[in-house]
């Protein structure tokens, strides 16, 4: 019998480092930007990377992506259930 292999997603080259977000810099983010969570793009809790995180509904994940333009860039995504 061969044991199932179990692959992280996150260290596939073309998948960006994900966080969560702590509820303190969340609340300073969001007053910086002048949005409520709700207004940032969706992520489902559902998501592959959002799952491994343990990302609940509520939490806001950091996305750290590569850009041509400007180096490095940081995006958020609110997560929903589903």
């Known amino acids: 019998m061969s044991e199932s292999k179990k692959i992280d997603i996150r260290k ?3 998948v960006p480092e994900h966080t969560i977000v702590p509820v303190d810099e969340a609340i300073k ?3 910086e ?3 409520k969570p709700e207004h940032l793009p969706w992520i489902r809790a559902s998501d592959p990377v ?3 995180l343990g990302a609940k509904p509520g939490d806001i994940i950091k996305i750290k992506r590569k850009s041509y333009v400007a180096g490095e860039i940081e ?3 609110y997560v929903i259930a589903g």
Do not use: D, P, Q
Request: aromatic share 6%; hydrophobic share 55%; no cysteine.
């Open 50 to 52: 959002a799952r491994l």
């Open 12 to 14: 596939h080259e073309l």
């Open 33 to 35: 930007l002048g949005i």
């Open 75 to 77: 995006v958020y995504r």
């Open 29 to 31: 983010i969001l007053k």
